[in-house]
């Protein structure tokens, strides 16, 4: 990411891109958040919006809800659950299942931008940290963001060269 004057980050690549929220998907064939939804917005050259979760085992996944329940066929919360668990989980019937973050970086390899949405279901900031371990070694265009704003509070102490954004809502 370049830098403008002290403080000012270059925000061109949220301001001028198309943004697939969880990738482009129809959640009949092609489920949210999942690689093929990926490779659609890929082969678009549309920036990525997804969603990260921490399993039980520490490692990031992509996926948009707290629970299992309307995408898989099994129940309960993404983060009481390993990695190894998961990947046997189908999305909504379909051949794909929950992709790990490092699945997902490998495959985009920054060729197009990435909007990185942190969910906030574990503590002690366990996800930020294994977050920045893996953007710090990716080489391309990233932004995180959270309705959370003690995890977007953390990257401004820790990662104060990150593009951050606090979502809001007024559910």
């Known amino acids: 990411m ?10 061109d690549f949220l301001k001028n891109n198309i943004i697939a929220h969880r990738g482009i998907f129809d959640n009949k064939k092609v489920p949210e958040n999942s690689i093929k ?10 920036a990525i919006e997804l969603d990260v979760h921490l399993t039980k085992d520490k490692k990031i996944v992509v996926f948009h ?4 329940e309307r ?5 309960g919360n993404i983060k009481d659950y390993t990695f190894e668990e998961l990947k046997k989980v189908k ?3 379909t051949k794909y299942t929950i992709p790990s973050l490092d699945e997902v970086l490998l495959l985009i390899d920054g060729k197009v931008p990435l909007l990185i949405e942190l969910k906030y279901d574990v503590k002690h900031h366990e996800l930020e940290k294994e977050l920045i371990k893996k953007l710090d070694n990716y080489n391309g265009e990233f932004a995180v963001q959270s309705f959370d704003p003690f995890i977007i509070t953390y990257f401004r102490f820790h990662k ?8 809001v809502s007024n559910r």
């Open 2 to 11: 370049s830098m403008m004057g002290d403080n000012m980050k270059n925000l």
């Open 37 to 46: 939804a990926f490779i659609n917005a890929l082969n678009k050259g549309y």
């Open 65 to 68: 809800d707290d629970t299992l």
């Open 71 to 75: 995408m898989t066929s099994i129940k």
């Open 91 to 93: 999305l909504l019937d």
């Open 160 to 167: 104060n060269s990150y593009i951050r954004g606090l979502l």
